[in-house]
């Protein structure tokens, strides 16, 4: 039997008060704290991967696997510095299709 991940998209606003947050930065404290939360094997069975990334704008779309969905909604909700700045990283949009991420994302 052959399994089909299916992939969500998570368009993500990153609030911050201060200038200068790296989208580097933000991708490494992502990865390190899903990886800190579920482990090596959650975090690969994850399918992590950031599509699109806007500095000007502030903000981007993450997919991932459907099952790891809500633990990746509950490691954005945990991360609250990133390089000694203080950062929400708000899931504004979760959808099933990139197109329909994207319209979103150059929508706001």
């Known amino acids: 039997m052959v399994t089909i ?8 606003s990153i609030i911050t008060k201060e200038i200068g947050v790296n989208v580097q930065s933000i991708k490494t404290k992502v990865w390190h704290t899903y990886q800190k ?4 094997s959650g975090s690969s069975s994850a ?10 704008l502030q903000s981007g779309i993450i ?7 809500p633990s990746l909604l509950t490691t954005l909700a945990l991360i609250t510095r990133v390089d000694d700045k203080d950062v929400l990283l708000y899931p504004s949009y979760v959808s099933g299709v990139i197109n329909k991420a994207k319209k ?3 929508k706001s």
């Open 63 to 69: 997919r991932c696997s459907h099952d790891s969905l």
């Open 37 to 40: 939360l579920y482990g090596i």
């Open 47 to 56: 399918g992590l991967y950031f599509e699109h990334f806007d500095e000007n």
């Open 5 to 12: 991940t299916r992939d969500r998209y998570v368009v993500i």
């Open 104 to 106: 979103y994302l150059s």
